[in-house]
């Protein structure tokens, strides 16, 4: 079945340091990948994605690579803030006919300080 | 205007207790989902929804009940509430089953003492 694996957290964080979040994925054929953001209190939201290999999606300074022949879509970011503290989770869908199940990575707390 | 909105924001109840949570989404989409988010963060789909009509249903203890009233809304039942029950509740809605682009209202914090 599709699986997708996060590294584990906590990662801490100061100001302005680069961030790397590792996400790898299992699944049959192409599916597309994601990174969602939960915020303390908040539900998850939509941060990027990417629908085929090598596309890349970014937003908010985070960008994520789609590489096929790794398996893996890490999130990083050049200079995190306070502000970006936050879960974030790797998700992926499966493609085909009647597809609606995302299946989420387990998160990755990331704790930024000043 | 709250795109996904779900009532009641938190739920504190006995065991064996039976309660609801209720969602509403503003957004048109045709497409709705309940989510479980443990102690731990881990996210685990419940149930989906497409134009009212059930999509998936995971193995999901059949004290848990959905119900589609129209594709705006999608409520969660559940009854004789236990201890495992305790989590975070999310429901999010997407424009179509496949793009994976998921709307998540701010969940419902269910506590089972």
């Known amino acids: 079945g599709n699986s997708v694996t996060q590294m584990e957290g906590p990662v801490t964080l100061s100001e302005e340091a680069f961030l790397t979040i590792n996400c790898t994925y299992t699944a049959t054929g192409y599916p597309s990948l994601f990174w969602y953001v939960q915020y303390p209190g908040e539900g998850l939201q939509l941060l990027l994605k990417?629908?085929?290999?090598?596309d890349k999606g970014s937003n908010k300074g985070f960008e994520a690579t789609y590489r096929k022949e790794t398996t893996s879509f890490h999130l990083e970011k050049g200079s995190v803030q306070v502000s970006d503290s936050a879960v974030y989770f790797c998700a992926l869908l499966q493609s085909g006919a009647g597809s609606y199940q995302l299946t989420f990575g387990k998160g990755t707390k990331l704790s930024v300080i000043p | 205007d709250t795109a996904v909105s779900q009532t009641p924001k938190y739920l504190v109840t006995q065991m064996g207790n039976d309660k609801s949570i209720k969602c509403e989404q503003n957004l048109g989409h045709d497409t709705m989902y309940w989510y479980k988010q443990d102690s731990k963060k881990f996210l685990k789909i419940m149930f989906s929804?497409?134009?009212?009509?059930?999509?998936i249903n995971e193995t999901v203890p059949n004290r848990f009940s959905p119900k589609s009233p129209d594709k705006a809304h999608l409520n969660l039942h559940i009854n004789s509430l236990e201890l495992g029950d305790s989590a975070v509740y999310f429901c999010?809605?997407?424009?179509?089953?496949?793009?994976?682009?998921?709307?998540f209202g701010e969940g419902s914090r269910l506590t089972v003492l």
């Open positions: 929804y497409n134009n009212k009509e059930l999509i």
């Open positions: 990417a629908t085929k290999a090598d």
């Open positions: 999010a809605s997407s424009p179509r089953g496949g793009t994976g682009e998921l709307f």
